[in-house]
C-alpha cells in the first residue's frame, strides 16, 4: 500500500512539473494527457491525492506581489532653471483695446506712435533711414492700404507711397470712388531697407523688409490698427498679406478672398477684414495683372458700398 502511494506521488509530482511545459508547447499538453489518463485509473485514494499535491503545488507558487513588475516611478517634474526658451516665457499678451471717441484722440495718439518711430533704433535700419516713414490719412479711415517698407522716394520725403508705385496706388484709390484723404496709407516696415546701406543716395536700392526686421516693427503697425480701427485693410504685395495675414502662402493664394486680422500685440475693438492684392510696384513691372488687382479691389468696393466714379 506504502509503495503505491509513493509511486502515486512520484507520478503526480511528474504530472505537476509538465504543467509549464504545456503552457509553451502541444508536446507538454500530451504529457498532460498521458499523466491524466493513468490518474483516472487510479482509485479513490487517489483522487484524493491528487487534490492534495495540486494544493502543495498552488502553496509553492509565489505570492503575486513578487512576481508582478514594479509599478513605474513618477517622472521627476521639470525643474525651472531659467533657461528656458524665450518664446515660452516672453510672449505677451496683447494690449487690451483703447477707445477713441473723437477724430482728435486718434489723431493724437497716431502723432504719438509716429514721434516714437522717429527715435526708433530697435533695428539697423534705424541707423541708415534718412527719415522715418510712419504713414500718413484719416486717423478714422474705414480703410487702410499697407505697403512693405519705405523705398528710396519715401525715405527721401518721410511719407508713404509717393514714388512711381505709390502714383499708380493713388490712381488705384481713385478708381474705387475715394480720395487718397480718406484712407490711411502705411507700411510694415518703418525706415527704408536698402541692399546697399552705405549708399542711401543710390536709386535702385530698395529690397523688402526681412524676417527680423519685420519683427521688431510690427507692433508699430498693428498699434495704428487699432487705433484707426478700420473695417478693411489692402495688403499690397506678398510680403504684407503674409505679415499681417500671419500665413506662409503665396500672394496668388491668399489673394482673392477676405481674410479675418489678428493681431500679435494688441486687441482689436471690432473685427476687421483683411484682403491682400498686388503691390502697384508688381503692377508697373506686369501691368496684365492689373485685371485681377481691380478684381480684387472691386470685392473691397462692393463690402463698403463704393461706386465707381464716372469717368
Ligand atoms: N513700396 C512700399 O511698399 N511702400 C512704400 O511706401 C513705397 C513703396
Same mark, same amino acid.
Given at each position: 500500500?506504502?509503495?503505491?502511494?509513493?509511486?502515486?506521488?512520484?507520478?503526480?509530482?511528474?504530472?505537476?512539473?509538465?504543467?509549464?511545459?504545456?503552457?509553451?508547447?502541444?508536446?507538454?499538453?500530451?504529457?498532460?494527457?498521458?499523466?491524466?489518463?493513468?490518474?483516472?485509473?487510479?482509485?479513490?485514494?487517489?483522487?484524493?491525492?491528487?487534490?492534495?499535491?495540486?494544493?502543495?503545488?498552488?502553496?509553492?507558487?509565489?505570492?503575486?506581489?513578487?512576481?508582478?513588475?514594479?509599478?513605474?516611478?513618477?517622472?521627476?517634474?521639470?525643474?525651472?532653471?531659467?533657461?528656458?526658451?524665450?518664446?515660452?516665457?516672453?510672449?505677451?499678451?496683447?494690449?487690451?483695446?483703447?477707445?477713441?471717441?473723437?477724430?482728435?484722440?486718434?489723431?493724437?495718439?497716431?502723432?504719438?506712435?509716429?514721434?516714437?518711430?522717429?527715435?526708433?533704433?530697435?533695428?539697423?535700419?534705424?541707423?541708415?533711414?534718412?527719415?522715418?516713414?510712419?504713414?500718413?490719412?484719416?486717423?478714422?479711415?474705414?480703410?487702410?492700404?499697407?505697403?512693405?517698407?519705405?523705398?528710396?522716394?519715401?525715405?527721401?520725403?518721410?511719407?508713404?507711397?509717393?514714388?512711381?508705385?505709390?502714383?499708380?496706388?493713388?490712381?488705384?484709390?481713385?478708381?474705387?470712388?475715394?480720395?487718397?484723404? %480718406?484712407?490711411?496709407?502705411?507700411?510694415? +516696415?518703418?525706415? /527704408? !531697407?536698402?541692399?546697399?546701406?552705405? $549708399? *542711401?543716395?543710390?536709386?535702385?536700392?530698395?529690397?523688402?523688409?526681412?524676417?527680423?526686421?519685420?519683427?521688431?516693427?510690427?507692433?508699430?503697425?498693428?498699434?495704428?490698427?487699432?487705433?484707426?480701427?478700420?473695417?478693411?485693410?489692402?495688403?499690397?504685395?506678398?510680403?504684407?498679406?503674409?505679415?499681417?495675414?500671419?500665413?506662409?502662402?503665396?500672394?496668388?493664394?491668399?489673394?482673392?478672398?477676405?481674410?479675418?486680422?489678428?493681431?500679435?500685440?494688441?486687441?482689436? %475693438?471690432?473685427?476687421?477684414?483683411?484682403? +491682400?492684392?498686388? /503691390? !502697384?510696384?508688381?503692377?508697373?513691372? $506686369? *501691368?496684365?495683372?492689373?485685371?485681377?488687382?481691380?478684381?480684387?479691389?472691386?470685392?473691397?468696393?462692393?463690402?463698403?458700398?463704393?461706386?465707381?466714379?464716372?469717368?
Amino acid at each position: 500500500m506504502k509503495d503505491g502511494v509513493r509511486e502515486l506521488a512520484a507520478q503526480f509530482k511528474a504530472f505537476l512539473q509538465s504543467r509549464e511545459e504545456d503552457e509553451l508547447t502541444p508536446v507538454g499538453s500530451a504529457r498532460r494527457e498521458r499523466a491524466c489518463t493513468d490518474a483516472n485509473a487510479s482509485e479513490t485514494k487517489q483522487d484524493h491525492l491528487t487534490i492534495e499535491f495540486a494544493r502543495a503545488a498552488r502553496k509553492n507558487i509565489p505570492p503575486a506581489e513578487e512576481t508582478e513588475k514594479p509599478m513605474p516611478q513618477n517622472p521627476r517634474p521639470p525643474q525651472i532653471t531659467g533657461n528656458e526658451p524665450a518664446e515660452e516665457t516672453e510672449k505677451p499678451m496683447p494690449q487690451a483695446p483703447v477707445s477713441y471717441t473723437t477724430v482728435q484722440e486718434k489723431q493724437a495718439a497716431l502723432d504719438e506712435i509716429a514721434a516714437e518711430i522717429g527715435a526708433c533704433q530697435r533695428c539697423p535700419l534705424g541707423q541708415t533711414r534718412l527719415h522715418a516713414v510712419p504713414g500718413e490719412g484719416n486717423p478714422a479711415a474705414q480703410l487702410m492700404f499697407i505697403g512693405e517698407g519705405p523705398g528710396f522716394d519715401e525715405d527721401h520725403s518721410g511719407r508713404p507711397f509717393v514714388g512711381r508705385a505709390g502714383q499708380l496706388l493713388d490712381k488705384m484709390i481713385a478708381a474705387m470712388g475715394l480720395k487718397r484723404e %480718406q484712407v490711411f496709407i502705411g507700411n510694415i +516696415a518703418k525706415c /527704408h !531697407p536698402m541692399v546697399n546701406p552705405a $549708399n *542711401p543716395e543710390a536709386r535702385g536700392n530698395d529690397r523688402a523688409p526681412n524676417a527680423g526686421e519685420i519683427a521688431v516693427c510690427r507692433k508699430y503697425i498693428e498699434r495704428q490698427i487699432a487705433v484707426i480701427s478700420p473695417k478693411y485693410i489692402v495688403a499690397l504685395g506678398g510680403v504684407a498679406a503674409k505679415a499681417l495675414i500671419s500665413d506662409t502662402k503665396s500672394l496668388g493664394a491668399l489673394r482673392g478672398k477676405f481674410h479675418l486680422l489678428h493681431l500679435d500685440t494688441v486687441q482689436l %475693438q471690432t473685427p476687421v477684414k483683411i484682403l +491682400a492684392t498686388y /503691390h !502697384p510696384a508688381a503692377l508697373l513691372r $506686369n *501691368p496684365n495683372w492689373k485685371k485681377d488687382a481691380w478684381a480684387d479691389l472691386q470685392m473691397v468696393m462692393a463690402e463698403m458700398g463704393l461706386k465707381r466714379p464716372h469717368a
